[in-house]
């Protein structure tokens, strides 16, 4: 079945690869700064040295950092001019602030866009926009605590999805402002659904889930292994993913993930990714501070350190002498990843019914 459901990515958005050396896979990982502190800070539970900043910056490896607009403050001042100063890129990710609204979507764009603006204009008049600061991103997700189907029946919900075209067109719109404003580039982070939306021509869960889209941002997606969520369900991501574009590994963050306590499978999580054959996918960690909590800075830089020599020089990495980019044969029988999509895919078929209902024309 899973063969089947990953087929072919045809009819996802495209994404402008990262730039980078040609044929170099990038390595992205996520932080909400603590660990960026200075190494003798009393904040800094799990902190990088000067040598271990320096190994990234050589790997090129780049921070997706997480602010919004109630933490412009001299602690985040600090952490951005650590990675200035060892020549590491950012990738800035804004948060809103507005109770009950954690993500980006069509609910939260209205208020978040001048939080994104104050932020901007701050780290501009502190000089990080020249060069240090490359990537507006978005962390778009649905409401966690008013999902399709019903939305928890909040009529402000259901009002808000009938905006949808509106909100759109504003996010980008002010994209477009950012890039000429700024010169930065835009990505979107989210889930596989917004991946397989389009498979059918449309964009009907996208539209009921609130998530925005814009054909000059560059897209990554999340693939978080918990629960009964196999290799595959990393391998799937690679299959059904556009050349270029990113996948957000998170097995580790508590002990009931498939990677926890345990390096080698993070590290094969992570070249099922940059090993797919001919898709030049990039990979990013989700999130820095639960990576350290489950293999320490040692780990980091061996996790680094694994995915530099190409792939075809990796060998067998694990105990049972698995190549981690072979191609492997399919679980026998479904799997929790196959669950997953045909429900996703269920889904969609039924969405244009729920569109009607809610009046998302």
Same mark, same amino acid.
């Given at each position: 079945? =899973? &063969?089947?459901?990953? =087929?072919?990515?045809?009819g $996802? ?5 990262l ?5 170099e896979?990038?390595? +992205?990982?996520?932080?909400? +700064? ?18 271990t ?23 985040? *001042? ?7 100063e060892?020549?590491?890129? *950012? ?5 809103p ?18 939080? #994104? ?15 240090t ?12 605590q008013?999902c ?13 999805l ?15 402002? $950012?890039?000429?404003?700024y010169?930065?580039?835009?990505r979107?982070?989210?889930?596989i ?5 389009p ?8 539209r009921?889930?609130?998530l ?17 969520? +196999?290799?595959?369900?990393v391998r799937a ?6 050349? +270029? ?8 963050k508590?002990?009931?993930h ?22 030049g996918?990039? $990979? ?9 909590k489950a293999? &320490? ?8 350190d ?8 990796w &060998? ?15 679980? =026998? &029988?479904p ?13 969609d078929? #039924?969405a244009?019914?729920?569109?009607? $209902?809610?009046?998302?024309?």
């Amino acid at each position: 079945m =899973a &063969g089947l459901l990953f =087929a072919s990515g045809a009819g $996802v958005p495209r994404a402008d690869r990262l730039e980078g050396p040609a044929g170099e896979h990038r390595i +992205g990982i996520w932080t909400y +700064g603590k660990p960026l502190d200075p190494p003798d800070s009393e904040r800094a539970a799990f902190a990088l040295d000067d040598a271990t900043l320096r190994l990234l910056a050589a790997r090129n490896v780049y921070f997706v950092f997480g602010v919004n607009a109630d933490h412009l403050n001299d602690a985040l *001042v600090g952490r951005l001019t650590r990675c200035r100063e060892h020549g590491i890129e *950012v990738h800035l990710s804004v948060t809103p602030t507005a109770e009950g609204l954690d993500f980006v979507n069509i609910w939260s764009f209205p208020s978040l866009r001048p939080e #994104i603006e104050s932020v901007l204009a701050f780290l501009n008049d502190r000089g990080f926009l020249d060069g240090t600061i490359t990537t507006l991103v978005y962390d778009m997700e649905a409401l966690p605590q008013a999902c399709f189907p019903t939305y928890g029946l909040r009529w402000e919900i259901l009002h808000g999805l009938r905006r949808y075209d509106e909100v759109q067109c504003r996010f980008r719109e002010f994209n477009g402002w $950012v890039t000429r404003r700024y010169g930065l580039r835009v990505r979107i982070c989210t889930d596989i659904y917004q991946a397989l939306d389009p498979l059918d021509g449309d964009d009907d869960l996208c539209r009921l889930w609130g998530l925005m889209s814009d054909g000059c941002a560059q897209m990554s997606y999340m693939a978080y292994r918990r629960g009964d969520f +196999g290799p595959d369900y990393v391998r799937a991501h690679s299959r059904l993913l556009r050349n +270029g574009d990113t996948v957000i590994l998170n097995a580790w963050k508590e002990r009931s993930h498939a990677c926890w306590g345990d390096l080698d499978c993070a590290i094969a999580d992570a070249r099922e990714v940059v090993g797919f054959p001919n898709k030049g996918l990039h $990979v990013e960690i989700w999130a820095l501070w639960y990576f350290l909590k489950a293999y &320490g800075v040692d780990g980091l830089r061996a996790w680094v350190d694994a995915l530099a020599p190409e792939p075809s020089e990796w &060998g067998a990495m694990r105990a049972d002498g698995a190549h981690p980019v072979a191609e492997p044969a399919w679980p =026998a &029988g479904p799997t929790a990843t196959d669950a997953l999509i045909l429900g996703i895919r269920v889904l969609d078929w #039924i969405a244009p019914a729920f569109r009607a $209902v809610y009046g998302v024309l």
